[in-house]
């Protein structure tokens, strides 16, 4: 975390378990999300209703790069109670946050150009080594176009690899003259 973290603990007597408590939890959510920038938790007791009890209130606000999550949970007469559903609550909008941001940093699969090496026609495979000298498998159901059985030794083809069990596999391979952007 950029900023250290801030307790404040209002209207109730603080102890170190308390504090402790929270700091294990905010380590939590550090462990799910790696980013945070800033994390300020609130407990205090802002209502004193005689025929209700204590009650506490938990708020927590962390700081994630370029916006902020506010949790706000009420009304539990333990505030360890409390302390766990607002958590809780943090921990699933960190979760959707690290979604939503995956899905704006995608990453883009690189193609890459090779060469048919060796081709098997009756089992349905072949090799393909690129550009780095390195040899990929390939199945003839990832072959694009032309078709498998269209393909021949020495042809030029473009590919992404994946791993796979036995070592780098091509994948959505197309034949042709192929130019990478530089």
């Not at 109730?12 to 294990?24: F, K, T, V």
């Not at 700081?63 to 109670?81: A, F, L, M, Q, T």
């Not at 081709?119 to 040899?135: C, N, R």
């Amino acid at each position: 975390m950029q900023s250290p973290l801030q307790i404040t603990i209002r209207d109730i007597s603080s102890s170190d378990a308390l504090e402790a408590h929270i700091r294990d939890k905010v380590e939590k959510l550090e462990s799910y999300f790696d980013r945070l920038v800033s994390c300020h938790v609130v407990v205090e007791m802002p209502h004193k209703h005689h025929q209700q009890g204590k009650e506490f209130n938990v708020r927590i606000n962390i700081g994630v790069p370029g916006s902020d999550i506010v949790v706000n949970r009420d009304h539990h007469e333990d505030p360890y109670v409390a302390l766990r559903d607002a958590f809780d609550a943090a921990k699933r909008q960190l979760e959707d946050y690290a979604r939503r941001m995956q899905l704006k940093t995608k990453t883009h699969v690189i193609d890459h150009i090779g060469q048919v090496t060796r081709i098997f026609y009756e089992e349905g495979y072949g090799f393909i080594t690129g550009q780095d000298s390195v040899e990929r498998y390939f199945h003839r159901d990832n072959v694009i176009d032309p078709s498998f059985d269209r393909l021949q030794e020495g042809d030029e083809v473009k590919f992404i690899e994946e791993m796979g069990a036995e070592g780098p596999q091509a994948k959505r391979v197309s034949a042709g003259k192929h130019h990478l952007p530089e």
